[in-house]
């Protein structure tokens, strides 16, 4: 609960394990691959990309179902989730947890979390996941790293600095790969994405292009590099949700009569033989 909100709601954490400071957090509803990417783009803009990231082995993190397509075959890996796939492509080394004893760090924040910013939430009247979330990262996080942050013991850096020109929003975002359909539109989690004409009215019909929900809600839809749409935010916002694959079965015939094509001759043999069987009574 949030002060004296009733109901659950869960807390996203990021700290430096070098540290102990508290980078970012996030207030939600649940555990998801949202709050997570909200904490990678505030900690991108705030300090840069970090060298490695330390963290469960929980599914928003790292894919544990065993369903394989063909593309993967071929490619001879799964595709990572939303979360890893940002991971990827900032270069970011991931150090997956074996147990929570590992995390050691992690969860003496969540304990101190727990025992102090419940408290504090509750004093100052806040009510909302929203309200937490601007308070823990206002002038708690502040207070916090001035009573608990240390020091590094090592100087090597454990950042590195943004990439000049690298799009943020469009990095910690769910991607999705899809075929634009002959009437020049994307058709993904039930919206439907209309493109406008190219150059001399050029269409876009069968194309693949890279679509991506922004953590705001917006759409943008890409042929490799080129922005061919982006659409407004929702005038509601509400929680994203990683649109399922879709895993195809092969279909096995059951109970299935397979029919032969017989030549006349086949056909003559055929009744001739059936005709000399001998017949039981």
Request: proline residues 5%; positive net charge; charged residues 25%.
């Amino acid at each position: 609960m949030v002060g004296n909100q009733q109901g659950q709601c869960n807390l996203t954490a990021v700290i430096d394990d070098a540290t102990g400071a508290l980078l970012h957090g996030v207030f939600t509803q649940q555990e998801d691959a949202q709050s997570y990417l909200i904490c990678l783009r505030q900690i991108l803009l705030e300090k840069g990309i970090p060298l490695a990231l330390y963290m469960d082995r929980h599914g928003i993190f790292r894919r544990n179902d065993d369903h394989w397509s063909l593309e993967e075959q071929l490619l001879g890996e799964q595709t990572p989730t939303q979360v890893g796939q940002a991971l990827r492509e900032l270069g970011i080394e991931v150090i997956f947890a074996l147990s929570p004893q590992a995390k050691g760090r992690v969860e003496r924040l969540f304990n101190t979390l727990q025992d102090r910013l419940v408290q504090e939430l509750r004093l100052a009247g806040i009510t909302t996941s929203e309200a937490a979330t601007t308070f823990l990262n206002g002038p708690f996080k502040v207070d916090f790293n001035t009573r608990f942050a240390k020091p590094a013991r090592e100087t090597q850096p454990a950042w590195r600095p943004l990439p000049k020109g690298l799009d943020v929003d469009r990095v910690c975002s769910f991607h999705y790969e899809a075929t634009v359909d002959n009437d020049n539109a994307v058709r993904i989690a039930g919206t439907i994405l209309d493109i406008a004409p190219g150059p001399r009215h050029r269409g876009y019909a069968k194309a693949r292009v890279d679509v991506r929900q922004l953590l705001d809600g917006r759409w943008r839809v890409y042929l490799k590099d080129k922005l061919l749409l982006e659409t407004a935010p929702p005038l509601l916002q509400a929680p994203l949700r990683t649109t399922r694959r879709r895993h195809r079965k092969e279909k096995t015939p059951t109970n299935q009569k397979i029919k032969k094509t017989m030549t006349r001759d086949e056909r003559i043999r055929a009744r001739l033989t059936h005709a000399s069987e001998p017949r039981h009574t």
